[in-house]
């Protein structure tokens, strides 16, 4: 029986409908939940490798497992056997079992210098046969900040040791050389005090020595300004002398440039006729010279011309 | 008058008729110049003066490519650089023409320095260099040519010194019985006549013929053929038993040579 009468439409196969939602609710989970175990791998099929480490250090479970930089599996379980020594299985996506050789090696490394630690699959030798599921590898820590701070450590402490030791035995050079600028150190103290001595010997030479030294020097300045007053006094008339050479030099270079002057019209002609002159006589030479060059070559000078030797120098078969 | 006219029209006709004498190139006129230059100083006894102007007057020459004037100068030099006594460096510029192509120097004088280069040689007794030498001057020598009678000579020479006497004195003999042989290789013949003759002990022949080359070589004016004779005169005389004429001759042929070292300088 019906409580209330449903008289709205809408309202009509209410429990259906509500049916229909919750399911389709349901399959969308399921769906986001298998797509999402897709992704993660969780339905890839896994194989167990396993190593044997001396200690869990750095070790955990769901550690990452990589092969050049990319996820293929992740640390399943951490044992403690019976001989102390942890057993370690992880597992690894099957289809990448085929890049990996049995001499592979699992390495725990740091990503970065502070980052988390990955274990590090390496692919082994070509020629090795492909790594088999439940195989055991060989494991090693890759040496990260503290074991580089530890090797530091060790190679210090030795060297701080001997240090110590050297410092503290009398006999060491450094000791001795101590010793010895201890020693030049309390010389030079000695040094310094005659240095202030001799430094006060030369104060007091000064004083007794430079002193009639400066007096002299007063003297002299004194005797420069009476000879100054003099000049003052002399040199107006001995320039006024000069002056009066100078103007008659000026008079005497006006007389000879006046004289220049007065002549110069008849310079041109001069040194033309002088230019004119030495023309003729250089053409005279030249005519002479081209026609002894010409009767030379001609009866009867032509005898008479010495010819210019081309043959060798004489020289015979007892030289 | 008539006769002085006469001779200035033929003047005047023979001027008329010609023409000016070709000037020659600029740098080949310069080394004639400086060619005179060396000339007259070897002449004056000025030998590095000589020398000096002859490597100019070489430098001018190659500049032209003027072959047979380079080749008349490198052989000027080797003759002024024989006479300051360096003796390889005279051999070093004749080899410069020996010992180039043919071609490029003119046969003549490629012949004219084999036969000084055998000269040298022959002088300082490096005798298979010599006939090597001297047979190519020969062999670029036919019977007129201008030195035949220097190699004639220059071969009696060499095998006087090879010690084939009587080849020696023969062809000694020939050669100075040349009608056209010049008055220095006929004195030179004569003394290579003499100096064979010392060799085979005819002393009164040799006597003869030192001194037709002593007279010879007086008119020559050479000082250091006059000492040669002097002292073939000289061991001659000695060895024909004349120690007082050897003495002289001796006496004579240093004074020649000691003016002759003086002369030449330190």
């Not at chain 2, 020598?141 to 060499?158: P, V």
């Amino acid at each position: 029986m019906t409580l209330l009468a449903d008289k709205d439409e809408r309202f009509k196969n209410l429990f259906g409908k509500a049916a229909l939602f919750v399911l389709l609710a349901a399959i969308g989970i399921a769906a986001t939940l298998l797509w999402t175990g897709i992704k993660k791998g969780a339905f890839a099929a896994k194989s167990p490798i396993y190593f044997v480490a001396d200690s869990g250090q750095g070790l955990s479970e769901g550690m990452p497992v990589k092969y050049s930089g990319f996820k293929i599996g992740k640390l399943n379980t951490l044992t403690l056997d019976e001989q102390g020594q942890v057993k370690v299985e992880v597992g690894v996506d099957s289809k990448y079992l085929k890049l990996l050789r049995e001499d592979s090696v699992m390495s725990l490394i740091k990503e970065g210098v502070i980052g988390d630690g990955v274990l590090e699959l390496s692919r082994g030798t070509e020629s090795k046969s492909v790594l088999a599921a439940g195989a055991v590898v060989r494991f090693e820590r890759a040496n990260g900040l503290e074991q580089a701070v530890i090797e530091v450590k060790n190679r210090i402490l030795p060297i701080l040791d001997d240090l110590h030791q050297t410092l503290h035995d009398p006999q060491s050079d450094v000791r001795q050389t101590l010793k010895n600028l201890r020693e030049l150190s309390s010389e030079l103290k000695g040094t310094r005090e005659r240095v202030d001595h001799l430094l006060g010997s030369v104060d007091t030479n000064l004083n007794s020595e430079v002193g009639p030294l400066l007096r002299s020097l007063r003297v002299s300045a004194s005797n420069a300004e009476t000879l100054s007053t003099k000049l003052d006094h002399d040199l107006p008339v001995l320039l006024k002398k000069a002056d009066d050479n100078l103007e008659n030099l000026r008079l005497t270079t006006q007389s000879v440039k006046d004289a220049v002057q007065k002549s110069a019209p008849q310079l041109p002609g001069m040194l033309g006729e002088a230019r004119d002159t030495i023309d003729k006589t250089r053409e005279v030479v030249e005519n002479t010279k081209e026609m002894y060059e010409s009767l030379s070559t001609h009866w009867p000078l032509k005898d008479s011309a010495p010819p210019a030797e081309t043959t060798p120098i004489k020289m015979d078969s007892h030289d | 008058m008539i006769k002085i006219i006469l001779l200035l029209l033929a003047g005047i006709l023979a001027s008329c008729g010609s023409t000016p004498a070709p000037r020659l190139p600029p740098t080949l006129e310069q080394a004639q110049e400086i060619d005179k230059e060396a000339r007259r100083a070897l002449r004056s006894g000025d030998l590095f003066r000589a020398q000096h102007e002859f490597t100019k007057t070489l430098q001018l020459r190659q500049s032209i490519d003027d072959s047979e004037g380079v080749a008349t100068t490198i052989i000027n030099l080797a003759t002024v650089t024989h006479q300051m006594h360096d003796d390889e460096g005279a051999l070093n510029w004749l080899n410069k023409i020996t010992l180039e192509i043919p071609s490029v120097y003119p046969a003549a004088l490629r012949m004219d320095a084999s036969f000084r280069k055998a000269v040298i040689l022959i002088n300082l007794e490096r005798l298979p260099e010599a006939e090597s030498s001297l047979a190519d001057a020969e062999k670029l020598c036919d019977k007129k040519c201008s030195l035949h009678f220097g190699l004639e000579g220059l071969h009696a020479r060499l095998l006087l010194l090879k010690g084939d006497t009587q080849s020696a004195l023969e062809l000694a003999l020939t050669v100075s019985k040349e009608a056209e042989i010049n008055k220095e290789e006929l004195a030179n013949a004569l003394r290579t006549i003499a100096a064979a003759e010392e060799k085979l002990a005819r002393y009164t022949e040799a006597l003869l013929h030192y001194q037709s080359a002593l007279e010879l070589d007086k008119t020559l004016s050479l000082s250091g053929r006059i000492g040669e004779d002097l002292a073939g005169l000289a061991r001659v005389a000695k060895q024909l038993g004349r120690a007082q004429e050897s003495s002289a001759y001796l006496k004579r042929a240093e004074l020649v040579n000691n003016a002759l070292r003086q002369s030449s300088g330190p």
